[in-house]
C-alpha cells in the first residue's frame, strides 16, 4: 500500500507520511545530443536534501525527477522546476520538448528505512520505501513471499517491527511543508 496506505488497517496508513514524487521526460534525445548527456548510462542523483534525479531511458528520453508537494497545482509547479533544473544541468536540453510528466505519493518514515509489520496473525506489509520502491519493494515482496511459505520471521532477512503509528500523524501535511522549507534553506545556504 505505501504512499497510499488507506483504511485497510487500523494505524498503517499514520506510519508513513505521504509525500508526492514528480517526473518529467522529454522526447527521446537525438543521438548527437544524448552522447552528450550521461553517455555512460549512468543514473544520478545530486547531495542536496531536497534531491533531484537525473537518468536517460533505454529509448534515449531525459527524466528528472525530485520532490513534490500536495496539491495539483503544485505538482504542476513542481514539474516545470524540474524542466528548469533540468536546463540548469544540461543547458543543451534547450528546445527540446517534454512530453511526459507525472507524479504520485511515495511513504516516507522517520528512520527512513522500509518498514516489514505483522499486522494480525497471517497478514503481514512491507511499506515505507521513502521513494525507493522500485528496488526495496521487490526486495521486500520476496521476503514477504519466504514469509507466507513459512519462513520465521526470526529468520527473514529483514527484521519485522511492530506496527507505530505517528503521533500528531493528522497534521503531516503542516509538518511536511515546514520540512521542505527548512531543507530547500539549507540547501541554498549550503549547509
Known amino acids: 500500500?505505501?504512499?497510499?496506505?488507506?483504511?485497510?488497517?487500523?494505524?498503517?496508513?499514520?506510519?508513513?507520511?505521504?509525500?508526492?514524487?514528480?517526473?518529467?521526460?522529454?522526447?527521446?534525445?537525438?543521438?548527437?545530443?544524448?552522447?552528450?548527456?550521461?553517455?555512460?548510462?549512468?543514473?544520478?542523483?545530486?547531495?542536496?536534501r531536497l534531491l533531484l534525479y537525473f537518468r536517460v531511458d533505454a529509448r534515449g528520453r531525459f527524466i528528472m525527477g525530485g520532490r513534490?508537494?500536495?496539491?495539483?497545482?503544485?505538482?504542476?509547479?513542481?514539474?516545470?522546476?524540474?524542466?528548469?533544473?533540468?536546463?540548469?544541468?544540461?543547458?543543451?536540453?534547450?528546445?527540446?520538448?517534454?512530453?511526459?510528466?507525472?507524479?504520485?505519493?511515495?511513504?516516507?518514515?522517520?528512520?527512513?528505512?522500509?518498514?516489514?509489520?505483522?499486522?494480525?496473525?497471517?497478514?503481514?506489509?512491507?511499506?515505507?520505501y521513502n521513494g525507493r520502491g522500485v528496488a526495496m519493494a521487490t526486495a521486500m515482496g520476496r521476503e514477504l513471499a519466504r514469509w507466507a511459505r513459512g519462513t520465521a520471521p526470526a529468520d527473514l532477512d529483514y527484521p519485522v517491527t511492530p506496527l507505530r503509528p505517528l503521533p500528531l500523524h493528522g497534521l503531516h501535511r503542516l509538518g511536511v511543508s515546514a520540512e521542505i522549507l527548512r531543507m530547500r534553506l539549507l540547501d541554498r545556504l549550503g549547509l
Open 68 to 128: 513534490g508537494t500536495f496539491r495539483d497545482t503544485s505538482t504542476r509547479a513542481q514539474m516545470e522546476a524540474l524542466r528548469a533544473a533540468s536546463l540548469r544541468v544540461f543547458p543543451q536540453l534547450r528546445g527540446v520538448e517534454w512530453t511526459h510528466a507525472w507524479g504520485g505519493n511515495v511513504a516516507i518514515t522517520p528512520d527512513h528505512f522500509p518498514h516489514l509489520h505483522e499486522l494480525a496473525p497471517g497478514l503481514a506489509a512491507g511499506l515505507g
Open 1 to 48: 500500500t505505501n504512499g497510499y496506505s488507506g483504511p485497510l488497517h487500523g494505524g498503517l496508513a499514520r506510519s508513513v507520511v505521504p509525500v508526492r514524487s514528480v517526473q518529467v521526460a522529454t522526447a527521446p534525445l537525438s543521438e548527437n545530443l544524448r552522447g552528450t548527456i550521461l553517455p555512460e548510462r549512468n543514473q544520478v542523483s545530486d547531495m542536496a
